[in-house]
Nanobody, 114 residues
Framework: QVQLVQSGGGLVQPGGSLRLSCVAP???????MAWYRQAPGKQRELVAN???????NYADSVKGRFTISRDNAKNTVYLQMNNLKAEDTGVYYC?????????WGQGKQVTVSS
Protein backbone atom coordinates (compact mmCIF):
# COMPACT_ATOMS: atom_id res chain seq x y z
CA GLN A 1 0.00 0.00 0.00
CA VAL A 2 1.45 3.34 -1.08
CA GLN A 3 1.20 6.01 1.58
CA LEU A 4 1.54 9.73 0.91
CA VAL A 5 2.62 11.86 3.86
CA GLN A 6 1.48 15.46 3.92
CA SER A 7 2.85 18.25 6.08
CA GLY A 8 2.17 21.94 6.45
CA GLY A 9 -1.16 23.67 6.68
CA GLY A 10 -2.66 25.42 9.67
CA LEU A 11 -4.17 28.77 10.51
CA VAL A 12 -3.03 31.95 8.80
CA GLN A 13 -4.33 35.50 8.50
CA PRO A 14 -5.53 36.87 5.15
CA GLY A 15 -2.55 37.93 3.07
CA GLY A 16 -0.30 35.40 4.75
CA SER A 17 1.60 32.44 3.33
CA LEU A 18 1.78 28.70 3.89
CA ARG A 19 3.67 25.84 2.32
CA LEU A 20 2.37 22.31 1.91
CA SER A 21 4.52 19.26 1.25
CA CYS A 22 3.65 15.73 0.22
CA VAL A 23 6.12 12.84 0.17
CA ALA A 24 5.62 9.57 -1.67
CA PRO A 25 7.81 6.47 -1.42
CA UNK A 26 10.89 6.90 -3.60
CA UNK A 27 10.46 3.33 -4.92
CA UNK A 28 7.47 4.21 -7.09
CA UNK A 29 7.51 5.98 -10.47
CA UNK A 30 5.20 8.97 -10.51
CA UNK A 31 3.80 10.73 -13.55
CA UNK A 32 1.62 13.69 -12.58
CA MET A 33 1.41 15.20 -9.09
CA ALA A 34 -1.36 17.52 -7.99
CA TRP A 35 -3.01 19.40 -5.15
CA TYR A 36 -6.77 19.40 -4.60
CA ARG A 37 -8.85 21.13 -1.96
CA GLN A 38 -12.29 20.72 -0.50
CA ALA A 39 -14.12 23.55 1.23
CA PRO A 40 -16.97 22.82 3.65
CA GLY A 41 -20.10 21.88 1.75
CA LYS A 42 -18.33 21.92 -1.61
CA GLN A 43 -16.88 19.36 -3.97
CA ARG A 44 -13.20 18.63 -4.11
CA GLU A 45 -11.52 20.78 -6.76
CA LEU A 46 -8.19 20.79 -8.53
CA VAL A 47 -5.86 23.54 -7.32
CA ALA A 48 -2.75 22.82 -9.40
CA ASN A 49 -0.92 19.99 -11.09
CA UNK A 50 2.56 19.38 -12.42
CA UNK A 51 3.90 16.73 -14.75
CA UNK A 52 7.23 15.01 -14.53
CA UNK A 53 8.84 17.56 -16.84
CA UNK A 54 7.70 20.44 -14.66
CA UNK A 55 4.81 21.76 -16.74
CA UNK A 56 2.13 23.22 -14.50
CA ASN A 57 -1.56 24.11 -14.54
CA TYR A 58 -3.46 26.19 -12.01
CA ALA A 59 -7.06 26.89 -11.15
CA ASP A 60 -7.95 30.43 -12.16
CA SER A 61 -8.69 31.31 -8.53
CA VAL A 62 -5.07 30.69 -7.44
CA LYS A 63 -3.08 31.86 -10.47
CA GLY A 64 -0.39 34.33 -9.48
CA ARG A 65 -0.66 33.41 -5.79
CA PHE A 66 0.13 29.68 -5.57
CA THR A 67 3.14 27.82 -6.94
CA ILE A 68 3.35 24.05 -7.35
CA SER A 69 6.76 22.41 -7.61
CA ARG A 70 8.23 18.93 -7.31
CA ASP A 71 11.45 17.12 -6.59
CA ASN A 72 11.52 13.92 -8.63
CA ALA A 73 14.51 12.50 -6.76
CA LYS A 74 12.59 12.74 -3.50
CA ASN A 75 9.14 12.03 -4.94
CA THR A 76 7.93 15.16 -3.21
CA VAL A 77 5.47 17.80 -4.33
CA TYR A 78 5.09 21.24 -2.79
CA LEU A 79 2.48 23.96 -2.84
CA GLN A 80 3.60 27.45 -1.91
CA MET A 81 0.55 29.57 -1.12
CA ASN A 82 0.94 33.34 -0.91
CA ASN A 83 -1.52 36.16 -0.40
CA LEU A 84 -4.01 33.73 1.08
CA LYS A 85 -7.69 34.62 1.12
CA ALA A 86 -10.59 33.42 3.24
CA GLU A 87 -11.94 31.50 0.25
CA ASP A 88 -8.76 29.40 0.20
CA THR A 89 -9.91 27.73 3.42
CA GLY A 90 -10.39 23.99 3.13
CA VAL A 91 -8.75 20.60 3.38
CA TYR A 92 -5.89 20.23 0.93
CA TYR A 93 -5.05 16.82 -0.53
CA CYS A 94 -2.09 15.77 -2.61
CA UNK A 95 -2.60 13.31 -5.43
CA UNK A 96 -0.07 11.32 -7.44
CA UNK A 97 -0.54 9.25 -10.57
CA UNK A 98 1.44 6.06 -11.11
CA UNK A 99 1.27 3.52 -13.92
CA UNK A 100 -1.21 1.44 -11.92
CA UNK A 101 -3.46 4.01 -10.18
CA UNK A 102 -3.78 7.29 -8.34
CA UNK A 103 -3.03 7.78 -4.65
CA TRP A 104 -4.22 10.42 -2.20
CA GLY A 105 -2.66 12.04 0.83
CA GLN A 106 -4.47 12.16 4.15
CA GLY A 107 -5.41 15.83 3.81
CA LYS A 108 -4.34 18.92 5.73
CA GLN A 109 -6.56 21.69 6.98
CA VAL A 110 -5.79 25.23 5.80
CA THR A 111 -7.75 27.98 7.51
CA VAL A 112 -7.46 31.60 6.46
CA SER A 113 -9.03 33.85 9.04
CA SER A 114 -8.36 37.01 10.98
Amino acid sequence: QVQLVQSGGGLVQPGGSLRLSCVAPVSIFIFDMAWYRQAPGKQRELVANINRSGSTNYADSVKGRFTISRDNAKNTVYLQMNNLKAEDTGVYYCNVETVMRQYWGQGKQVTVSS
